[in-house]
Structure formats: structure tokens, C-alpha cells
């Protein structure tokens, strides 16, 4: 569904503020500060950076390879390492049960099994593999627009945050309401602050 | 941008507005089949724009919010023209446009003009698998630009709603649909 695929699925973004002077320097130097780091010989939970669109294995981006005519492209990557409520619960309370029996109480408090959930949960992320997902973004420099190729709430709330981190620019959703600022003459769009739902039967 | 835009949260945006977009999708449906299927955008001329049998609708919010899914080939959509009749109104549409000697295929969603499952046209470059960098470059433009191309032509379906939705002619306008909406009763 991303921007190289057969069929795409996106959003339309708007991009706040001017653009800095000397864009180009800019934007190489910032991509390459917020490129993606690897974190499959580490042990680290969370991984966020920007790669190639062609190549999620690439984050060097050779000839500034994400400069395409009048557009930025990038794929944001975010890679996790995850565990399962169900793992962590059978963990969790298989170590409750050990300790009950070593130390010959009934129960733990609740203080101990949350400890002990948090160090269940250390050791499950340190054996889970960092699962990858990627998204796509289309940044039209002309108009100021980025096309987000993922109607994903938590990747678009996700991407917003890091775009603004790594550029120092806010992104807006284009919903209905404010794309129709782009469309309208002032009396029209005064109309339109006005506007009730209305009833077709 | 009016000035209370921007001091309105994205959250209540979407929810205290989230009946243009349904009203703008619901007015488009009508207007494809006005003329079977053929809209007319000033400046350009005739587009066309089929709903295909895949529908979502919706009325109310909250806790009374209904919701109505239509799909299938063979419904000819008379379940989703019966739900414009209870008052809902549609939130998400497949549909089929062409423009000059382009077709696209796919699902917008009303709330937040999301562009699902966009089959783009295939162009000269589409199927181009070569390494060469230039024509790499010159297939992820077309991509883009047939994506954007898209944006637009529904940017300047929109901006004449729009314009009927905010002027003196919506009452005409709504006297339509309102006749159209009956006479799917009838069929």
C-alpha cells in the first residue's frame, strides 16, 4: 500500500512554516541526524528513522537518493521488539508461583508481582526480535504538502511527532473542514464556519 | 485558513465537521448519477465518476451512532439508497473516475479524506523494473503524480460542492437530492 506498490492508500498532509534557508543542506544534515540505527545486535526496545523508500536496509542514503525532483521521499521505519500479554502473563505468573513455594507464603503483594512483571518483561524483550514496519512519505516541496502512504491513527500521530522533531515543522491532516481553506474566497469560507449538518429527506 | 481554525483542536475539527465530508460524498454520489455518470467541472469539462457496490453509511454520533455496510455485486446498491432514506449518509465510498485518458479505482473515507486501496493508472514507466536510477526517478514521479492527480480532481469535485454548500443555490441544490433520494424509494 505504500508509495511503490500496486494499489496506494494515503492522507494528505499540510506542512506549517517557511521552509529554512539553504533547504538542501538542511534537510540532508537533518535526515542523516534522524536516519534509522539498527537495533538487531542490540538490545535496545525501539528504533525510529528514516530509510530509502526503495530499501529499508538503507539509511545512508548515497547522492541524497531521497531528493526526486521537486519532492523529499522517505519511508519512516519504526522497529519493536514486542512481546505478547499472554507470554508475559504465563512468565509472570510461573515465577509468582516458584517464589510462593520457596518462600512458603500465600501470596505475593502487589509491589512483587509488579516487579516481577517488569523483570519478566526485561527478559522477554532481550529474546524478541525487533519486528520492522515501514511507512512511506511523499514531501511536495512546491505546495508544502506530504502524502502519507498509511491511514494508520497511531502511525500518523507517530509520524506528526518525528517530523516535527527531525525538521522542526508542524504537519496538519487535511480534513474536510481545513481543506476547504485552500478552496474557498473569504465570504465562502465565513459561510462555511456557519455551516450546520444538514438533512436530505 | 479562518482565524477560529486554528485555535480549534484537530479532535473537535473532526467531530464538530465531520458532516461535510459526509454531506460532499453523499452530494457526489448524487451528482454521478445525474448525468449517468458524467460531472461537469467548470474550466475542464466532463469527468467521470461511478460508485462502485461497495458503500459504508453512517448517521448519528456517539452512542447513537448507526453504521450500514453495502457490498456485492449484485445488490445494485438499493440497500445503501434505502439507508439515505432512514437519514444516514455515506462515509465511505468505492469508486471508479476517469479524467482525459486516465482511470482510477478506490475508497475514500468522508471524516478524514482517506484514499483506500487507490489503483492508479498504469503509464509507460509503471512496469518498468529497470535499475537505471533516471528511470527509477521518472516512475516514482509519475506515482506520486498520478496520486496527486487524483487529490486534485477530487480537490475541484469538493471546491464545487462547496461552493453550492456555502452559496444562495444549496437550496435548489438540496430540493434535488432530496427528490433523487425518493425516487430511489420508488425503484
Avoid at chain 1, 534522524?34 to 542490540?42: A, G, P, V
Wanted: hydrophobic share 45%.
Amino acid at each position: 500500500m505504500g508509495l511503490l506498490s500496486r494499489t496506494a492508500t494515503f492522507v494528505r498532509y499540510s506542512v506549517e512554516g517557511e521552509l529554512p534557508e539553504n533547504f538542501r543542506d538542511f534537510v540532508a544534515e537533518r535526515i542523516a541526524h534522524f536516519s534509522f540505527q539498527d537495533i538487531d545486535d542490540t538490545v535496545d526496545e525501539y528504533s525510529i528513522g528514516w530509510v530509502a523508500v526503495d530499501n529499508m536496509f538503507d539509511s545512508s542514503f548515497a547522492h541524497a537518493s531521497y531528493a526526486v525532483g521537486d519532492y523529499i521521499i522517505l519511508s519512516l521505519r519504526i522497529d519493536e521488539r514486542k512481546v505478547s500479554k499472554t507470554l508475559l502473563n504465563k512468565f509472570s505468573f510461573k515465577e509468582e508461583d516458584r517464589l510462593k513455594k520457596a518462600k512458603q507464603i500465600p501470596r505475593l503483594n502487589r509491589s512483587q508481582r509488579l516487579q516481577i512483571r517488569e523483570d519478566i518483561r526485561l527478559q522477554l524483550v532481550k529474546k524478541a526480535l525487533p519486528v520492522p514496519a515501514v511507512y512511506d512519505l511523499a514531501w511536495n516541496l512546491a505546495d508544502n504538502t506530504v502524502l502519507f502512504f498509511s491511514t494508520s491513527a497511531k502511525a500518523q500521530s507517530v509520524l506528526e511527532d518525528f517530523f516535527r522533531e527531525c525538521f522542526g515543522l508542524s504537519i496538519i491532516l487535511q480534513v474536510p473542514y481545513l481543506a476547504a481553506a485552500h478552496l474557498l474566497d473569504l465570504t465562502e469560507l465565513e459561510n462555511l464556519k456557519e455551516l450546520q449538518p444538514d438533512i436530505f429527506v | 485558513m479562518p482565524e477560529d481554525v486554528e485555535r480549534m483542536d484537530l479532535v473537535d475539527i473532526i467531530s464538530e465537521k465531520k458532516f461535510l465530508g459526509q454531506e460532499f460524498l453523499t452530494w457526489l454520489w448524487y451528482k454521478s448519477e445525474e448525468r449517468g455518470g458524467a460531472v461537469m467541472l467548470p474550466g475542464i469539462g466532463d469527468i467521470q465518476v461511478v460508485f462502485e457496490k461497495h458503500m459504508l453509511l453512517e448517521s448519528g454520533a456517539g452512542e447513537s451512532l448507526e453504521k450500514l455496510i453495502c457490498k456485492g455485486l449484485q445488490t445494485e446498491l438499493q440497500e445503501a439508497r434505502t439507508g439515505l432514506l432512514m437519514g444516514k449518509k455515506l462515509e465511505q465510498a468505492r469508486m471508479y473516475l476517469a479524467r482525459g485518458d486516465y482511470e482510477w479505482r478506490l475508497t475514500l473515507s468522508a471524516t478524514l479524506f482517506e484514499y483506500r486501496n487507490a489503483s492508479l493508472p498504469r503509464t509507460v514507466s509503471s512496469g518498468d523494473e529497470s535499475s537505471d536510477p533516471l528511470a527509477w526517478e521518472a516512475k516514482v514521479l509519475e506515482r506520486i503524480g498520478m496520486s496527486e492527480e487524483i487529490m486534485h480532481t477530487m480537490d475541484q469535485l469538493y471546491r464545487l460542492f462547496l461552493k453550492t454548500r456555502t452559496g444562495a443555490e444549496w437550496l435548489q441544490e438540496k430540493a434535488r437530492i432530496k427528490a433523487w433520494i425518493a425516487g430511489a424509494a420508488e425503484h
